[in-house]
């Protein structure tokens, strides 16, 4: 029958706290592969196996299982008796459905009683594919390779082997919440941070009405994709054109973009609070911008004293940071052209460098709390889910 392997890396993972990770990424790959046809998902030997009835859509359960956080790699093959005709011959179906000119057998055991040792395995298997095929035994470089997995009493026989992301399943972190633009940046800084095992939410900031809503759209679109990996995400939508106006009446303009994110971190830190998330994660990379240099990512920090702000990006080069975007699947979405809040009466040179002493001061005028508590009355929260696969 069809079956996927899943395996993981398991350096570092010791005690409960393995325990804790096998069974988070075993409920993440159920969720992962809801609707694809799978019959059970076990865990065990250091690996996560997924059988399937048959008419199952194996081919888009192995690539949503392979986008799951935790997953290193995936095989696709079939399940068989440790029985070395019936691996043969199921090893040869898979070579003989696309020839190799050069192909190597690859046998490994882990706790299996069978009574051949996988070199034995690896000869014989070959050599009935040679006999049939004609193809050649290359093991450095292989056109094609059957891997044959034998753990317990069981075998998995596969030639399909799909790269995961790495890292840690979902949750195993704890929770986060990523301000998100509809940039480049904060999408990925989400991604490393959920890459790493933290359930990921996010909040976005928009100017409406004084924008139009493309924002909104262009955010919308990209939870959807990060939810590819993530299987959901939750995504608050704050209005902030309101806060903006206040500080545009009383607050020098220089300051402008400062005071801006010292708003959006308090409103982000208040909702934090809320949804128990435990720290808060940006797209910041330094230098990149204006509002990016120590000393004004210092003054933003200062508006939320006690609380952890992680920026993943901020050692990463833009074209670093575009590549994994790329390979995400997100960039397409964020250089798509939208309307971000913080271009609402951007001031035409915003400061560099400025200090916590001088954001203050700019506040004073300004009812802080009352600015907070109007923005997250237009809250509007919406959850996103990856779509069960139809049968
Ligand atoms: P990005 O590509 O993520 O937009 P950026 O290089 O354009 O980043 P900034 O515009 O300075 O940089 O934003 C820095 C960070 O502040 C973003 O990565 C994001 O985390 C947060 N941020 C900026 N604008 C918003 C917004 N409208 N809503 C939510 N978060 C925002
Ligand atoms: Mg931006």
């Known amino acids: ?8 890396h398991e350096i570092g993972l010791k005690g409960r706290n393995r325990d804790f990770f096998e069974e988070t990424l075993t409920r993440n790959l159920k969720r992962a592969l809801r609707g694809t046809g799978y019959s059970r998902v076990r865990r065990g030997f250091g690996r996560v196996v997924v059988d399937f009835k048959s008419h199952a859509q194996v081919e888009e359960a192995a690539v949503r299982a392979a986008r799951v956080f935790g997953v290193a790699n995936v095989g696709v093959g079939r399940r068989v008796a440790q029985d070395l005709d019936a691996m043969g011959e199921t090893a040869l179906e898979l070579m003989a459905a696309q020839p190799p000119s050069s192909f190597a057998v690859r046998a490994r055991r882990s706790r299996s009683q069978f ?88 909040v976005h900031f928009h100017g409406q009405p004084y924008t139009d809503p493309s924002s909104v759209r262009q955010v919308c679109d990209l939870v959807e994709i990060l939810t590819r990996y993530q299987l959901r995400g939750v995504l608050h939508l704050v209005p902030l054109a ?5 500080i545009v009446t009383h607050a020098p303009s220089d300051l402008r973009v400062i005071l801006y994110r010292r708003t ?56 670093e940071i575009i590549e994994l975007a790329t390979r995400i699947g997100t960039y397409e979405t964020s250089t798509r052209k939208h309307q971000d809040c913080c271009v609402l009466f951007e001031p035409r040179s915003p400061v560099t460098k400025t200090n916590r002493e001088a954001a203050e001061g700019a ?18 929260t919406r959850v996103f889910e990856l779509p069960d696969l139809q049968p």
């Open 1 to 8: 029958m069809d079956a996927l392997v899943a395996h993981y």
């Open 363 to 380: 506040e004073a005028n300004l009812d802080i709390d009352a600015m907070v508590g109007k923005a997250l009355a237009g809250l509007e």
């Open 242 to 246: 309101d806060a903006q106006r206040e």
């Open 264 to 319: 959006m971190m308090r409103i982000a830190q208040a909702l934090a609070h809320e949804r128990g998330a435990q720290a808060l994660v940006t797209g910041d990379s330094l230098g990149q911008v204006a509002s990016q240099t120590v000393e004004n990512i210092t003054a933003v920090d200062a508006a939320i004293p006690g609380t952890q702000v992680f920026r993943p990006l901020i050692g990463h080069d833009k074209l």
């Open 115 to 202: 009574e051949h040792k996988s070199k034995s395995i690896n000869e014989v298997v070959g050599q009935r594919i040679k006999d049939a095929l004609g193809a050649t035994v290359d093991l450095r470089q292989p056109e094609a390779t059957a891997y044959l997995e034998l753990f317990g009493t069981a075998c998995i026989v596969y030639r399909t082997k799909l790269q995961g992301p790495g890292g840690l399943p979902s949750g195993v972190s704890g929770k986060m919440l990523t301000l998100l633009s509809g940039g480049i940046d904060s999408p990925v800084a989400a991604w490393r941070m959920a890459l790493r095992g933290a359930e990921v939410e996010f």
